[in-house]
Structures are given as C-alpha cells and as structure tokens.
C-alpha cells in the first residue's frame, strides 16, 4: 500500500439526493425512504432488469450521495478537490439539464468536507439550443469545465444502453454541435462500451483541437463474468473481450488529444459477482483484477494522459474506496516508481484546468 504524501485529485464523483433533486428514483425515495425493503422491491419492479443489473443494488441510486458522504468513503485519504460529473439527472433534456449544475453548486463543498473543483455537467450536442445551454451552465457555476453525454449501447441488447442510439458519437447532429465544445474552450467526457471504441476514435480524430476524456477505461462488459444474454459467458469470449479492447485503447491512445480515466473498474457490468456474494473485493482482489488493465493503459497513453477517478459510490457496491486507493496506487507504482502524483494529481489538474 502507498502513502500518498501529497493531496490528489478525484476526477469524477457523483452528488446526488433524491429529496432535493429531480432524477428518476425520486418519487419512489419520497415515498418508501424510510423503508428500505420496500423501496427496493419498488425500485426493481419500476426499473428494467437490465439496469438493475449493471447497477448491481438498487440502494446506489437510491441513498443520498453528498459531501459528508464523499468524506468517509475517502478514508484516511488526504483530496485536494474533486470533479463532479453529471449524474443522469432526471430533466436532462434541453435546458433542464442546467437544473444539475445549480444543484451541485449548492452542496456542502468546503474546509470541513472537501473541495469543489470542477463541474461536468450534460448537454446533448444534438440539441438546437446546444450552444445557449453551455452558456447557461457556464453562467451556473465558475467551476463548469466541459460536458459529458453518454454513449454506452452495448450490441448485447441485455446490457443496459445508455443512450437513444448505438453510435450517438456519429450522428452528424451530434457532429455539427460538438464544434461548440472547441470554439468555447470546453472538455468532452465520452463514456462508452468498449465495444464503441472505434466511435470515439473517430471522433478524436475528426476534433483534434477538442481535449477528450475516455471515462472508465472503456468499460469492456463482461470482462470479469457473464453480463447481459451471452456477453463474458465463457473464458474464451472473455480472453476476446480483454485482447479488442487491448487493441482499441491502443490506437485510442494515438489520439494526442485524448486522455482516459483510471476508473470504474469495479461496477457490476464488467462483470463482478461481489455484491452477490455480500462481500466487498478485498485490496489485493482489486489490485489482482485491474493491474493488467492499468498497466496496459500506462504503457499505452503514458502517465500524462492517465488521471485516477473514483466514480464513487457507483463502484461502491464491488468494493470501498479506501481498497481502489490502495491497489490502484499500488499498480501505478509497480508500473512506474516516478507516474504516481502524475496519475492521481497532475493529470487532472492540467486537464480540467482546476
């Protein structure tokens, strides 16, 4: 374990409170919030087995997830600040989306908890108003640093997609407003299935001016277990699943404008059975698990284009925060002695401009 002798950077948390805020699980939080059993019968029955799966327990979306919250998972840890990325806010569409971005603002970040860096909020670059909702969000909040509009639509249609099209990432609508991202100095978070990579590939290439960031190495589904109808299903399809996108995330690292997070390692997509077990994945499980995905992405983007992320509490159901800290600091370290404040501080500071 690494004693981090220096402040680090999250670079992507999520806040959320279903009594103060509009997102999807919100009535049914209100109603049931002091019944946890019946909340979650409820949350199951209303939401689709597919997202139940990748979410893995329903009390994820379902508890507050604010400051003091952040604060504990983080442990004995010492943050300098932290990145908040858009949580799916339930009015996402059109201007509603700036509702987030005024919400985050208003959070508990401070001396007591922990600081506020930077705020990723959503914005759909197909949209018409496109270009006044970045203006309404930078005038939201001084901390507003670029968008991210999810793309993740695995071809396993038993994996939940996260977006209204397979390859969002080329839709020319998309294409045309994402020029905006350049002209206003904004930073784009592109979140796919690693079956997409070649998307957002294409899309670096097409905006080198533009500063990309793959969230969560890619997330290759299945990666660790049978998700979805057959995706991870035997040993084979998973050796397959880490040699394409071994591949991918290598000619994705050609693209100088595009950085990746060291995160989301650990949601129940990739395939991690923990929360079944009604365990969490020890250090040395989640050091076992990533290193030879950490350490392909270091030798393949170099420590500068490779920031660490929590994506707390989202990977809170597989493990603790305090265990990722651990084992992800030990992997880098074994990597390179001299990349550790590099990948858990710099990175993300240059890039977010914090």
Known sequence: MQQLNFAMIDA????????????????AVKLLGKHPYLLDKLVRLVKSDDLIETLGLTNHITAPYLPENYLQDIGHY?????????????????????????FIESLSFNQETVKLGGIIATADPRDSNF??????????????KGIRKMAAVHEDQDIYAWAD??????NKKFLKGFEALAHYNLTFDAWVYSTQLNDV?????????????????????GLFGQV????????????????????????????????????????????????????VASKQEVYDLAMPLITHVLKSFGPYRVMFASNFPMDRVSTS?????????????????????????????QFYSL
């Open 228 to 279: 979805g109808t057959l995706t991870g299903l035997t040993k084979i399809a998973r050796g397959n699943i880490l040699f394409r996108w071994q591949d991918d995330m290598a000619e994705l690292a050609l693209c100088p404008n595009v950085y990746t997070k060291m995160s989301g390692l650990f949601m129940p997509v990739l395939g991690h059975q923990f929360h079944k077990q009604g365990r």
């Open 78 to 102: 010492p943050v300098e600040q932290v990145v908040h990325v858009e949580a799916r806010w339930h009015k996402n569409k059109g201007k509603g989306a700036v509702d987030e971005t005024h």
């Open 201 to 221: 590939i294409a899309l670096a290439k097409q905006f080198p001016e533009t500063s990309i960031v793959l969230d969560h190495f890619g997330t290759p589904a």
């Open 321 to 349: 925060l305090v265990n990722i800290i651990d084992a992800f600091s030990d992997a880098v370290v074994a990597y390179d002695p001299n990349a550790l404040q590099q990948v858990f501080h710099h990175t993300a500071k």
């Open 12 to 27: 992507h948390i999520h806040q959320w409170d279903a009594y103060h805020m509009s997102y999807s699980a919100s009535l």
């Open 131 to 144: 270009k006044k909702i970045l203006q309404l969000h930078s005038k939201a909040s001084p901390r507003f």
């Open 165 to 170: 099209e397979p390859h969002l990432y080329a």
